[in-house]
């Protein structure tokens, strides 16, 4: 049973950068796509980036690509969202899950599994 653990989250100035992080438990993970999601209150949960486990090119959406990273450690079972830039637009909480779906539907988070519980971040002065 794949298991995600967000944390890192927390709060930063304009400007400011954090990185999140995701440990992922449970399994094997080389099939999966991982992503990150976001969702800010009264909203939508929202895509933002994800990536396929065993590498490749990574699909950032528009609002955040240049300000965002996507990384996973294999060897740790860590996936990490570096977040650079931040504005308060990007107050959320943030999470990550798992998917097998082909790319053009990775943005779909209805296609995910393994929540995990989430991180705050909030961007403010």
Request: glycine share 14%.
């Amino acid at each position: 049973q794949l298991q995600l653990d967000e944390s890192g989250g927390g709060l930063v100035q304009p400007g400011g950068s954090l990185r999140l992080s995701c440990a992922a438990s449970g399994g094997t993970f080389s099939g999966y796509t991982m992503g990150w999601f976001r969702q800010a209150p009264g909203k939508e949960r929202e895509f933002v980036v994800a990536r396929r486990w065993s590498g490749g090119y990574p699909d950032y959406a528009e609002s955040v690509k240049g300000r965002f990273t996507i990384s996973i450690d294999n060897a740790k079972n860590m996936m990490f969202l570096q977040m650079n830039s931040l504005e308060p637009e990007d107050t959320a909480v943030y999470y990550c899950a798992a998917t097998r779906v082909i790319r053009s539907a990775w943005r779909d988070a209805g296609q995910y599994f393994g929540w995990g519980q989430g991180t705050q971040v909030t961007v403010s002065s």
